[in-house]
């Protein structure tokens, strides 16, 4: 289960009870070897400091933190989760080209991070994801069950730590086992294909004493959140919700008090989930209702009126990029067909994924009233892999690039965020979908069959 505990590092803070203390900072120290790096970055919850690396690789600074707890500590693209106390030292040294394998701790909580370190380097030996959640139901809860042991191993046989540390830590890999629980059946599906499996009638009893709504856990806790919106997705998908988006917002919104949590929550989905269809309105209605954070919400707004230009039936932004096979194509040489544009990148996995399933789609609707579009957002550095990717893997449709990759306008227009995106736009030039199914989705083909 590859880095089941890191698969998602959360900025959250976990709160300890204060000791007394004559100091309000803790001491930083660190020795970093083989780095060209210039300057390091502690971050967490309100926290961001960045520590000049001097030219011999040492660091030294004085950290004020009105939080006690998890940090993450960046030096380039490497980063770990340290603990940090104020009132306390903390040095370490680490080799950036082992950056994971070298890293250790001394001074007053050496015995914290170092148990940190050795609970990642635990993580690297688990089978891999896709291994683990491809078992039968009785073989994953074995195995989850024993990495989940190793762990708790890990915690009691680690001498120094102080007892609110173990407590919390105990509390985590508590937290992060029910997640992985929750992930199974939503995880087993798409690994295996199968999207009818379901669990047992039984499998969720070990969950049925968990408190879904501690709003406590949720700001001490960097496990508790990811494990609660864990939850509220799996009970989203388990209803078959058409609406998945409208869905969890009204069960987040029914389950937890107005505050921190909800607000994260919703903004947290809100941020990358809000979509330009029939439940927009209510949607936002719903954020906006929530008491959320005003800085959330100016931005939850700005999105929101970014989008509503998008709804089916309004005019689609346009585009006129280069064509594959030479000249350009817009879209209005498109006019009077269906048009479904894929948004994609060489570089983007999922998009590389969804191939097949389009080349399958664009063969059942060949003599349909239909245009298949796909519109590359590579950079132009890589112009040539999109010209070979193409024509190696014999893409079929109409295939373009964007002028400026994702600021190009129809991408920034239609408010792209992530990639494969796909839209359809009716002959008359309108919106259909400005989110519209994948072709993997059986929904895309019901969508077209209804129109054609």
């Known amino acids: 289960m590859k880095k089941l505990a890191f698969l998602i590092v959360s900025l959250a803070i976990i709160s300890c009870n204060k000791d007394e203390k004559t100091t309000d900072y803790i001491l930083l120290n660190g020795t970093i070897e083989n780095s060209e790096e210039s300057t390091a970055v502690v971050r967490g919850y309100d926290l961001e400091e960045k520590i000049p690396i001097a030219s011999n ?15 993450e500590l960046y030096i380039g693209r490497e980063r770990t989760l340290t603990y940090l106390e104020n009132g306390k030292t903390l040095s370490f040294t680490v080799d950036i080209t082992q950056f994971d394998e070298s890293i250790t701790y001394s001074g007053d909580l050496a015995a914290e991070n170092n148990y940190l370190a050795e609970k990642y380097l635990l993580s690297e030996k688990e089978k891999p994801f896709q291994e683990v959640f491809s078992m039968s139901e009785t073989d994953f ?76 856990a949720f700001r001490k806790s960097i496990a508790y959140p990811r494990m609660l919106d864990t939850h509220f997705n799996r009970l989203i998908n388990e209803a078959d919700n058409d609406d998945p988006t409208l869905a969890y917002l009204t069960k987040v919104d029914e389950s937890l008090p107005d505050g921190y949590a909800k607000d994260q929550l919703l903004y947290g989905f809100l941020e ?49 990029y280069e064509n594959h096979k030479g000249g350009s194509t817009s879209l209005s040489d498109l006019n009077g067909k269906y048009v479904y544009i894929d948004v994609w990148a060489t570089w983007c996995g999922p998009c590389i994924r969804e191939i097949p399933a389009l080349k399958a789609v664009e063969e059942e609707f060949d003599d349909k009233n239909v245009a298949f579009v796909s519109i590359s957002i590579d950079e132009e550095k890589d112009y040539d892999t ?20 994702w600021n190009s306008d129809f991408v920034e227009n239609y408010g792209i965020l992530g990639i494969p995106r796909f839209i359809l736009i009716d002959p008359q030039g309108k919106i259909v979908s400005a989110d519209a199914p994948r072709p993997s989705d059986p929904k895309l083909r019901d969508m077209l069959q209804e129109l054609l």
């Open 386 to 405: 999109w010209k070979t990717m193409v024509a190696e893997k014999n893409l079929g449709g109409i295939q373009l690039m964007a002028d400026n990759n």
């Open 57 to 71: 690789g040492t660091l030294s600074d004085t950290l004020y933190l009105d939080t006690n707890g998890f940090y």
């Open 141 to 216: 809860v074995t195995e989850a069950n024993s990495i989940h042991s190793k762990y708790e191993e890990l915690l009691n046989n680690t001498e120094g730590l102080s007892e609110a540390f173990k407590e919390l830590e105990s509390k985590e890999l508590d937290y992060e086992h029910i997640m992985n629980l929750e992930n199974f059946q939503e995880y087993h599906r798409y690994f295996t294909g199968n999207r009818t499996f379901k669990v047992s009638d039984r499998y969720y009893e070990p969950m049925e004493n968990i408190d879904y709504a501690d709003t406590s």
């Open 272 to 320: 990358f989930g809000m979509r330009p269809d029939a439940s927009l309105n209510d949607v936002y209605q719903i954020y906006k209702s929530s008491a959320p954070d005003p800085e959330n919400l100016e931005k939850i707004t700005a999105r929101y009126n970014k989008l509503l230009p998008l709804l089916p039936g309004n005019d689609s932004p346009t585009f006129n």
